[in-house]
């Protein structure tokens, strides 16, 4: 019978010194999300829902395929109309973005309602700052860890998109051509990344229950936009718009993709069928996109900058975290 | 004003010694004021306890807790100096918690996670690479004694599992001191003598530096050698429990007396003795408390000179729960 020595063992290892002391905070937080917990039915329709999420990309990237490899069973006029759209396809970037949005809303709310709210319910806070991890390490751990799904569902899949047609345009000098559209790709999918993420760990903070943040986050969403757009046009105050969240962002790729000077350009220059097709895509896009540009990131600022101050304020808050004076 | 970091990247001092064996002490508080808004919880702390075990203790609302977050730097301090481990606190506070291991009060753990995660997860955030979080997880969950119990998940555990994980999760990075916050909260008699035995033996038989902040001073008396006592902030005794309690030992005597004893009594009185009845039923048995720099033998002696036998003649043994209670009459009894 083997006998074990149960007795207490000093470490001789060494604590390591990380650039980015949060990280342990992601890798648990990601992992622990996508663990399979609540049984099989929850399992069951969030691996459904993700595998749904995942729709409209995998048919931007079946486009790209037929678009650029031009398969033998497609009819030949097909190429000639993919040849017309050739110069309006970086259009699918903010579509995709908006398409994603949609999903993006749910996985904030399932992955980012509970971050902080958990941890506050339970009295973690404690446990988190007598490690050697500062607030901000806390905040930006928690940061990272609905960050990483966001991004997971906006930012790689168009940087994916976008790698794809450089790799698959047989053109001279596709890689330059391309270039530019790289910085619309990530400044407004960064600014998706970011403002939902913020905005559901203020209302995280905030709560302390999961459902609570949900319903909220969602309502704040969801309803500003309606809410913004009816006050701005009956007050005739265009800015109004750009308080919504979404109208900010969705304004933002607007602007960033020039969509205004590439539906000009197609209504003057496109055949009849391709400019009728182009002007579905075109006035989708636009929906919920009527901020100026200014207005659209005074915006993104402003969403990010609240949503900071109420997640540090609360957190200071807290019993643990309090400095002289403030309690 | 403030002290020079030590260079050390490891939990160790360099030599590989632990801090806590050597006989510098583990934190110094010199003129410590902590307060909230108003309120001042410590007025001006000063104090160096030696390395090794430490009892915390005072009534409620003595700032017990408050010390310990503020030797984890989660306090600002409101004036003096605070010095744990060598580290200026809170400047140098990250490294204090490197060195340093946190059992809070209340039946906290990581929410979502097993129990082995939630320890794991403990020493990955306080440095450890991520295989051997895992590895050390394992073991010191085996020293606290959960067995299979680990691979659930924390929120189905009882109070007193979530305690032995608590110090699970305090031990894992292996701290030169361990700040344990009444570790014995509902935990049940067998429970709580493992557990005690556990916390004992890191203090005496691994060199690690503790300080125990428990009401219950039994628990204090079993696993540390040295106490803390706070009131209002204030540091109303410290020192090796030992001397203390031979301190207020030496202070009483009992005797139990034959015959007429009243006369005796009042003479005793008179020279600033105050004997007293423990036990009203027995009014034979009397508890003596000497004046200062009496001997014990200067009641004995008289006893003898007005005429009254004395059956038995013991100078008393306090308790640490007497010494605690002594102290704090002397200082005006709790608030």
């Not at chain 1, 039915?41 to 995942?54: I, V």
């Not at chain 1, 678009?67 to 970037?93: C, K």
């Not at chain 2, 204090?220 to 006592?229: A, N, R």
């Amino acid at each position: 019978m083997p006998v074990y020595d149960r007795s207490y063992r000093r470490w001789d290892g060494t604590l390591k010194r990380r650039a980015f002391r949060a990280a342990p905070i992601v890798a648990m937080g990601v992992k622990n999300a996508l663990a399979t917990k609540g049984g099989w039915l929850l399992t069951l329709s969030l691996r459904g829902f993700m595998a749904a999420s995942c729709v409209p990309t995998a048919l931007l990237f079946l486009l790209n395929y037929l678009f650029y490899f031009r398969p033998n069973f497609l009819p030949v006029e097909t190429f000639a109309i993919f040849d017309q759209l050739a110069p309006y396809r970086v259009i699918q970037y903010p579509a995709l973005t908006r398409l994603n949005s949609m999903f993006l809303m749910v996985y904030a709310v399932i992955f980012g309602s509970g971050l902080i709210a958990r941890d506050r319910a339970s009295g973690a806070l404690p446990l988190y700052l007598s490690r050697p991890l500062t607030l901000g390490d806390y905040v930006l751990g928690k940061l990272g860890i609905i960050g990483w799904f966001m991004a997971m569902f906006t930012l790689v899949p168009n940087l994916l998109l976008w790698l794809m047609g450089v790799l698959s345009d047989p053109a001279d000098g596709a890689f330059t051509a391309a270039l530019p559209h790289l910085v619309p790709i990530i400044v407004q999918n960064g600014a998706v990344v970011l403002v939902y993420s913020l905005t559901i760990l203020a209302v995280s903070s905030i709560c302390r229950r999961p459902m609570f943040a949900g319903l909220i986050w969602f309502s704040l969403v969801i309803l500003l936009p309606s809410f913004t757009s009816m006050a701005g046009s009956h007050r005739g105050v265009s800015a109004l718009a750009a308080v919504s969240i979404n109208d900010a962002l969705f304004s933002l790729g607007y602007h960033l993709y020039d969509i205004g000077g590439l539906f000009e350009k197609a209504t003057s220059e496109a055949d009849g069928a391709v400019r009728g097709n182009l002007e579905g895509v075109f006035e989708a896009v636009k929906i919920f996109a009527s901020s100026t540009p200014l207005q659209a990131a005074t915006s993104v600022l402003c969403w990010c900058g609240a949503s900071l101050l109420v997640i540090v304020s609360v957190l200071r808050r807290q019993d643990v975290v309090v400095e002289a004076g403030t309690r | 004003m403030t002290a020079t970091a030590p260079a050390n990247d490891s939990a160790h001092d360099p030599a590989g010694a632990p801090l806590a064996s050597s006989s510098a002490p583990v934190f110094e508080l010199d003129s410590l004021v902590v307060r909230y808004g108003r309120n001042v919880v410590i007025p001006g702390l000063t104090c160096a306890p030696p390395a090794g075990a430490v009892g915390l203790l005072g009534p409620n609302g003595a700032g017990k807790s408050s010390l310990i977050k503020t030797i984890l730097g989660l306090v600002k301090p409101g004036g003096g100096r605070v010095k744990v481990l060598g580290f200026e606190v809170p400047r140098h506070a990250l490294e204090v918690r490197r060195r340093v291991g946190y059992m809070p009060e209340s039946a906290v753990v990581f929410p979502g996670m097993t129990g082995f995660e939630n320890v794991a997860y403990a020493g990955a955030i306080a440095g450890m690479p991520r295989g051997e979080a895992r590895r050390r997880a394992h073991e010191v969950l085996e020293y606290v004694g959960c067995g299979e119990e680990r691979y659930r998940q924390v929120d189905e555990y009882s109070q007193g599992m979530r305690q032995r994980i608590k110090l699970a999760s305090a031990l894992v990075h292996d701290p030169e001191l361990l700040l344990l916050d009444e570790p014995t909260n509902g935990l049940d008699p067998g429970g709580r003598t493992e557990i005690l035995e556990l916390v004992r033996a890191l203090g005496h038989e691994k060199g690690m530096s503790i300080l125990l902040s428990s009401h219950l001073l039994d628990d204090v008396e079993f696993v540390c050698d040295h106490v803390l006592l706070l009131a209002r902030g204030e540091l109303k005794a410290a020192g090796s429990i030992a001397e203390l309690k031979a301190r207020v030992a030496g202070q009483h005597v009992r005797l139990t007396l034959e015959g007429d004893s009243a006369r005796f009594l009042e003479v005793a009185r008179e020279k600033g003795f105050e004997p007293r009845l423990p036990d009203p039923l027995d009014t034979s048995e009397w508890l003596v408390k000497l004046p200062e720099g009496a001997a014990p033998g200067a009641i004995l002696a008289l006893a003898l000179a007005n005429g009254v036998r004395v059956r038995r003649f013991v100078p008393r043994r306090a308790s640490l729960e007497e010494v605690f209670l002594d102290t704090l009459e002397q200082a005006g009894g709790p608030r």
